[in-house]
Structure formats: C-alpha cells, structure tokens
C-alpha cells in the first residue's frame, strides 16, 4: 500500500473479540508509532466486529510496519489500509445534479416531451439560443488524453481522470462553472481535434489539460482556428497568467522596469513557450530560453518547429552555451523543467536583487535552503513554500469572465488583463518578499480576474454579450 503523503490511515479490521480485546488492539497501535484519532463500528457481533479505526502516524513509513504489526496479531484480521486520500476519491469526487425537480407530470411534460420541442425548434432556428436555452451557457470540458499529467508523466488517460475530476471541482468550487471531465483514448492528434470539435455543440468552453508537447500546439492552434467558443491550454497560458503576476510584484520589490530586465526561462516545452510569448507581450525584451540542448538560438535548426517559432522571438543577442553560461547578468530566473538544475553558483552569476521562480513539481530547481540569502524574491509551485504559483488563480476567473461575456476566444490582451488583475489583489501595504501572489484561497480573486476579462473581451470585440452589470458603466 502506497501512501500519498498524508499523516492518517484508516485501518479496517475483524476482531474475534473470545481472542482478543479491542484494548490489547489499541496498545499495539500505540506501541507502533500510530495514534488512534477515531474509532467507527461498521459491524458490530457478540462475537466478531468490524471497526475502522483512522490512526495519526508521523509518517508515511510507519504505516507498512503498523499494518504488519496487526496482520501477526492473533484474532485480528486487517482488512484494509485506506489512505483518506483514496476514500475522498471512491466512486468519483463530483455528480451531476438536476436545477428543478420532477415531481408530476406536468414537470416532465415541461423538461421532456413535448414541452421540450418548442424549445429545440428555436435553437435549430438560431443556434446561439444553445447558449441562453441549455449548460452550454455554463459549461466547460476538460479535456486530456493522459500524456503530460502533473509530475507524473504519460500515465494514460483512466488514470488520469482523479486530476480532470479535481480540475472541474475547482472551476464549480471557485466560479461557480459546471466542468466535465473528458479523457480520450487517444494520442493521436487529428482525432483529438475531430473528437473535440465534435463534442463542442454541448459546451460554452474547452479547457484542455496535461498534453504533451509539442502536439499540444498544433491541437490548440486548429481548435482556436475552427471553434468559435474559448478553447484554453491551461498548462501554457495558465501557468504564464500566474508566472506574471507574481513576476510584476516582485518586480516591484527589486525596482526593475520590466522592458530593462534578463529574464532566462528553462524548460522550453508547452510551459515555457507559452510563458515566454506572455513574457514578451508584457515588455520583456531580453529573454533567453534554455532546454536540454542549452539556449535556444538562431543559428541552430532544430526538429521541434516550435523551438524554431521560439528562436526567432527571443535571445536577441544570440546567446549560446549551458543555462551556467547564459544565467550570467540575469535578473529573473523562470524554472519550467527539472529538480536541481540551478546550481547556488549559477545564482551567485545573476544581477544583483535576483528573482528566481522554481517551479519544477514536485521537487523545484533549486531549493530556498539552497538559494537561500543569494535570492531577493524565491517562488515555487509548491503549496509547503511561500509565494506558490498556482494555475488556480487563473482559469476559474477567466472562464468565469468568458462565459459571462460570450467571448468567442480567450485572446493575448484578456490574459494579460488576468494577471494584472491577479496582481493587484496584493496592496502595497502586503506586498513583500515572502508575499508578491495572494492565496488560491482569496475570494476576491475570481471576481477580480472575471472583470479584467470581460473588459477585455468586449474592448477586443469577441464579447457576444455585454453582462448586466457592465451594460450602465461609462
């Protein structure tokens, strides 16, 4: 049994109670490092019982040896070891649930037939009506075909669904947007596209989620071309939205104008181009972007077309060699790769007031020990760190806003927006070095981020619909 980092189990046990006391049970728990924090009769017998038992332990090692200890005691059958992780995800973590009851006939003559024709007939006269008549006008699919999840790699898409699951939560949790999960069996890109584009009559948005690079690219490029509702890549422009606020503020810490710094990013994949392309709408103009074949230049051809996308964009100097040779004179450090690759040598090569973001998972780039007093401004992608820089800030408020708004796309300016908006929920009053990104917890950020988008969208002029109240502002 693998325990996913918690500090609680739930050990189900049959307890012969002519063989043993619940008492003795209790004593050896204890004696193995565990601590019984409650206690639930699922069958009680004069006999035989089944309790589960949820036990504290200090760490996760201690659970292997615990539940061993219990198997060898006689009259004690252990039935199972349930990490509360697990349990939270038994049967799916979200349901579908209806906004009226059926409770005569005449609802259902109202919901189904033949009430219903009526209103199929105005939406096949004008489609639109699907957005005002239907979920579409609330609704997000979160797709993935399981090849780039988390930390985690190509795990297929059945494993991959707990993540999708969890992501629709967070958008019904924050923004109050119905979500499904959709994960395909398929890594092929033209069916990705045509499964998609098949499914959009259902839904108002398309988040897609945890695709590989580089066929990510190509999916949201020929989605954005082909649908007229937003279709947003969350692990690229999610995680630029967030990189940039919480760069503005630290910017403000150190008293850099955005357009005089050195920024290098390391880790050019879906990430890391989509980071850098918001980078570069935001003023940067020295960006060098490094991967595993050192900087990306202009003088190399690369099999990727996207790095070659990316070398024409970027290190307008032409800067060669390893991410030790490049760091040199840089302001920002952007980590989008690997565990240790920044080494406190490389650190010490930067400007001074360094900020470094490490947002490797689960392990960063560099550790705060390690960076420690060499960095002005640190932030990763961990909750256990300050300043955790975390897509959840972003999405929820953004299709928040461009469902609200109709838009037919999430564009450049309505993302920019978003991170400013992220950013200014910080006041200056708070605003420090261990503080530049407020909490996923904060609730003024989705309605903040909502009202950057929907601004955006209508001055864009992709907003098909002016919500009520921004229809009396001047």
Known sequence: MRLEGGTSVILRVEMNKQMVTFGELVSLIGREGGDIVAIDVIQPGRRMEIRDLTVSVSEPAVVETLAD??????????????????LLHLGGKIEVHSKVPIKNRDDLSRVYTPGVAKVCMAISEDVGKSHALTIRRNTVAVVSDGTAVLGLGDIGPHAAMPVM????????????????????DTKDTEEIISI??????????????????PRCFEIERRLKEDLDIPVFHDDQHGTAVVLLAGLL??????????????????GIGAAGVACSRMLLAAGVTRLVGVDKCGAIHRDERYDNEAWNDYARMTNPDNEKGSLSDVIAGADVFIGLSRP?????????????????????????????????????????????????LNNVLAFPGIFRGALDARASAINEAMKLAAANAIASIVTEEELNEEYIIPSVFN????????????????NSGIARKVPSDFRNLD
Request: hydrophobic content about 45%; overall charge neutral.
């Open 196 to 213: 998609v584009k098949a499914l959009a009559p259902t839904f108002g948005g398309i988040n897609l989620e945890d695709i590989s690079s």
């Open 340 to 388: 240790r690759l920044l080494r406190q040598e490389d650190v010490r090569k930067m400007n001074a007031d360094p900020i470094v973001f490490a947002m490797a998972n689960p392990e960063p780039e560099i550790s705060p020990e390690e960076a420690g007093a060499h960095v002005r401004v640190y932030a990763t992608g961990r909750s256990d760190y300050p300043n955790q």
């Open 249 to 266: 503020n630290a910017l403000k810490i150190v008293g850099k104008p955005i357009g005089e710094i050195k920024i290098v990013v390391c």
């Open 165 to 184: 699951e969890g992501k629709a939560m967070l958008f019904k949790e924050l923004a109050g947007v119905d979500a499904f999960p959709i994960c395909l």
């Open 69 to 86: 200890a219990v198997k060898a005691m006689q009259g004690i059958h252990l039935v199972n070891v349930s990490d509360r992780t697990f």
């Open 443 to 458: 609730d003024k950020v989705v309605p903040a981020v909502r009202r950057a988008v929907i601004q955006e969208a209508i």
